[in-house]
């Protein structure tokens, strides 16, 4: 019986450790987060003043968040598909006719800036520009690439991306499936 409460004692600090350093990790991680909130702020503040809805700035920040603090006051241009919502465009290879017309226009082009990145996001094409001059310049390519990519190319509506956002789950089912409680049927249904 000694031995048992000895390894009841070594275990409970050993629990109580591992407690601790989970606490510390967490701590530590909640203050790197409010940190990196801090800086973002004022970046997300202007990219939301110059025409980019919130979910686009939260996609940025996962996928290019150095653009974002090399360029914070980015301008930003968008391209979809005629039937847009209902139609989407969802891989790098759909964007990519897009991406290749517009770089090519700036070849030998001194006028403007050239684009910061161009990304397929929330089913358009999302063109990050530096400055609104460079910005009405791809806004003006848009007859040229609807010759080029061969179908009428055009500008969504923030109430078009509204729509697609809303109805992303519909659309995506499986994608949201961790998220579904199990029932003992063995079906999964939203909480």
């Known amino acids: 019986s000694g031995y048992c409460k000895q390894w009841e004692k070594s275990t409970k600090q050993e629990n109580d450790r591992k407690t601790r350093r989970k606490?510390?990790?967490?701590?530590?991680?909640?203050?790197?987060?409010?940190?990196?909130?801090?800086?973002?702020?004022?970046i997300s503040l202007s990219l939301l003043e110059n025409g980019f809805i919130r979910q686009e700035v939260q996609s940025l920040w996962r996928r290019c968040a150095d653009v974002l603090y090399e360029h914070p006051s980015l301008v930003p241009v968008r391209f979809c598909l005629p039937n847009y919502p209902r139609e989407w465009i969802s891989t790098d290879s759909q964007a990519k006719p897009f991406c290749d017309f517009i770089n090519d226009s700036f070849r030998g082009q001194t006028q403007f800036n050239?684009?910061?990145?161009?990304?397929?996001?929330?089913?358009?094409?999302?063109?990050?520009?530096?400055?609104?001059?460079?910005?009405?310049?791809?806004?003006?390519?848009?007859?040229?690439?609807?010759?080029?990519?061969?179908?009428?190319?055009?500008?969504?509506?923030?109430?078009?991306?509204?729509?697609?956002?809303?109805?992303?789950?519909?659309?995506?089912?499986?994608?949201?499936?961790?998220?579904?409680?199990?029932?003992?049927?063995?079906?999964?249904?939203?909480?």
């Open 114 to 191: 050239k684009p910061v990145n161009i990304n397929p996001h929330g089913g358009y094409v999302l063109v990050l520009m530096e400055e609104d001059v460079s910005a009405t310049y791809v806004r003006g390519l848009l007859p040229g690439l609807r010759e080029a990519v061969g179908i009428e190319v055009r500008e969504p509506t923030r109430e078009e991306i509204a729509v697609f956002h809303v109805t992303w789950a519909d659309r995506s089912s499986g994608m949201f499936g961790r998220y579904q409680k199990r029932f003992h049927d063995g079906s999964r249904r939203w909480d």
């Open 23 to 42: 606490r510390t990790k967490k701590a530590v991680r909640l203050k790197m987060i409010r940190e990196r909130s801090k800086r973002q702020a004022p």
